[in-house]
């Protein structure tokens, strides 16, 4: 990890900024109306190009504009936006501010709601707890509620709670799912619970001393360098660019003043880790590579349980 790199200037933003549509609103229903999501969908048989029924698939319509939304198999059962997002209902009683929703090219219906009051320290650093719900019609995505905390100052998305595994309450897409939307509601995590568990987390991650030799071990298994074999003739423009990321991580994340507090300590290289899947840009992206960052951190398929546990 020699020649390292000036830390570049980042923007420092939560994954949904520019997703969907932004607004305030104290209700779902209203959440819905504003952003695309208060339509309803049907299922219909598939048919080949002869016009054959294709066994076991089915296809997801819109019903206010026939738009096709999911092809699926016939044991998935639709779950509607407004039975998906009614999970949000008991948030919002208890002041939740929906301030984010809409639909990304990818097929997930979403809303992100800032709970007011839920602001908490710790040390110097300030963090806020959001509640966001997901919904798809293409098998996706899975029907979920997630509980996330934002680190104010990089606006890290904390998508898992570091060391006791997900914040996700998944309902898979079954013919029974809309009947359990109502013990799910009821089995959501409370909040103030949630807090006092994350901080105390945060807490004895913070006195697990880590020293250079663990921070440049977990960095080489979440960067892994390609072996240079004939199967892999571009593995050495493939492993300088490797090496360019190392010490992006490292330089930019890990070493960044934000961080200074936590260097040397288990928290230090999560703290790292959940900043650089947050805003990392690669050198190559697509139109829709945002888009497609905010689903794989919703969903939880961002962050590496591997990689978490041993850091």
Known sequence: MSNPIVPASRVRAVPW???GTSGSWDNVSEAMYDSGLSYQVRQSVAYDKFGNEIPDIIVNYRTDNETQVGVVSNRYGIVQNSDAFSLLDPF???G?????AGMTDQGMCFMVMRMPGSAFGFYDDGFELFVCAMNSFNAKFPLALIITPIRVVCQNMFRKLMKRGD???VIKHGRFAADRIM???SASIALTDYTVEFVDTLERDSELKRD?????SFVERMLPLTPETPDHPRAKFT???VEHQRNEFINDYYLAPDNSRYVGTRLGILNAYYDWISHHVPMR???SFEDIRFGNMLSGTAVSNKLIMSA
């Open 96 to 100: 939740g501010i929906i301030e984010h």
């Open 212 to 216: 250079p030799g663990d921070v440049e």
């Open 239 to 241: 492993n300088e660019r």
């Open 17 to 19: 900024i520019g997703m």
């Open 285 to 287: 992206t697509s139109d």
């Open 167 to 169: 914040t996700m309450l």
């Open 92 to 94: 919002c009683a208890n």
């Open 183 to 185: 013990s799910a509601t």
